[in-house]
């Protein structure tokens, strides 16, 4: 993925660029599921610096990012989601980390109806 190997020399310009492209993305085919994925692949790999980006957005682009992020149809088989969660709670980010939680679990409440 090229994103997050363009983020080990310039963390906080892909950092920017990735939460602003997903705060206001909205999910429909392949380019939106990359920009999901390269995502949340630099918050795991960057999570502080996600974090904080995330914490700068209004709280409605946040809520876009979030729910842009866990809009997966398989949430199982995307085990990056979980790591993204366990790295900001082990920065005690847990209101961040619940967010992404709460996102999460309504977007599995979606798949099963």
Do not use: C
């Not at 866990?70 to 967010?99: C, M, R, T, V, W």
Request: charged share 20%; proline share 4%; net charge neutral.
């Amino acid at each position: 993925m090229v994103l997050p190997s363009l983020a080990k020399n310039h963390e906080i310009e892909v950092g920017r660029l990735v939460v602003r492209l997903s705060k206001t993305a909205q999910w429909d085919a392949d380019a939106p599921n990359y920009l999901e994925h390269a995502t949340v692949v630099y918050g795991v790999q960057r999570t502080k610096t996600f974090a904080t980006l995330a914490q700068q957005l209004p709280t409605t682009g946040r809520a876009n990012l979030i729910n842009f992020l866990a809009h997966a149809e398989n949430i199982a088989a995307y085990p990056e989601f979980q790591e993204l969660i366990d790295h900001l709670k082990s920065l005690g980010q847990n209101e961040l980390a619940k967010e992404f939680e709460t996102a999460r679990a309504a977007r599995g409440r979606l798949n099963f109806r």
